[in-house]
């Protein structure tokens, strides 16, 4: 499975962006899938994740209140939707999916089998 993410850029702080993550299988839409982001200098870190059916949702901390991610499986892509952005939120985000068909939004990098190029979000202060 190949997953391309898209929708970076630059924006003010305060401003919104929308992300998303599509990919080239139809097995994509049986997949839980996450978005994760990694800072300059940075350790790689969970952003927010999303079940294969949409119902199951996790979101880092300092994220929540202020993105969400949802999907169309039909459209084969998850978005995540970035409201009230901070120039702590600058980074290269990316998405990833899981293989194992199973219930649950995971939250560690390590649980992921498939990941995208990334794209970059540059929130100026």
């Known amino acids: 499975v190949q997953l391309q993410a898209s929708g970076g850029g630059l924006v003010q702080a305060g401003g919104s962006l929308r992300l998303s993550c599509t990919a080239n299988?139809?097995?994509?839409?049986?997949?839980?899938v996450g978005w994760f982001r990694q800072a300059p200098g940075k350790e790689r870190k969970f952003v927010a994740a999303?079940?294969?059916?949409?119902?199951?949702?996790n979101y880092a901390d300092s994220v929540k209140g202020r993105f969400t991610i949802s999907r169309d499986n039909a459209k084969n892509t998850v978005w995540l939707q970035m409201n009230s952005l901070e120039a702590e939120d600058t980074a290269v985000y990316y998405c990833a999916a899981d293989n194992l068909v199973a219930p649950g939004a995971p939250v560690h990098d390590y649980e992921y089998d498939y990941w995208g190029q990334g794209t970059l979000v540059t929130v100026s202060s």
């Open positions: 299988r139809r097995t994509f839409s049986s997949y839980p």
């Open positions: 999303i079940g294969w059916s949409g119902t199951t949702t």
